[in-house]
Nanobody
Framework: QVLLVESGGGLVQAGGSLRLSCTASGRTFSSYHMGWFRQAPGKERELVAAIRWSGASTYYADSAKGRFTISRDNAKNTVYLQMNSLKPEDTAVYVC??????????????????WGQGTQVTVSS
């Protein structure tokens, strides 16, 4: 069992930055591939970024490329999402998720085993 707790969300003006954190407790954090998802009102939850258990590989959705950076610190049991050049369309609840070690290190919602509660990000125009 893994407990995931996000922090760092808030209200920011367009063009601004936020850094989200997700801290895990329970089983060995380095056993999990991690992902950041977001869900806007009326929309499906979507994968924004993902990182392999070792940190050696990362994935970004097209909407995040060039603006967001995912990273992890296995010694601190924490995964981060640095978000720069934020846009109003980035407004959503951001949720981190853990996927047990396997051949596929990222995937859609159903591929992940544990979820946090989410943190709200609101970008004003």
């Amino acid at each position: 069992q893994v407990l995931l707790v996000e922090s760092g969300g808030g209200l920011v003006q367009a063009g601004g930055s936020l850094r989200l954190s997700c801290t895990a407790s329970g089983r060995t954090f380095s056993s999990y591939h991690m992902g950041w998802f977001r869900q806007a009102p009326g929309k499906e939850r979507e994968l924004v970024a993902a990182i392999r258990w070792s940190g050696a590989s990362t994935y970004y959705a097209d909407s995040a490329k060039g603006r967001f950076t995912i990273s992890r610190d296995n010694a601190k049991n924490t995964v981060y999402l640095q978000m720069n050049s934020l846009k109003p369309e980035d407004t959503a609840v951001y949720v981190c998720a853990a996927k047990e070690y396997g051949s596929d290190w990222y995937g859609p919602v159903g591929a992940y085993d544990y979820w946090g509660q989410g943190t709200q990000v609101t970008v004003s125009s």
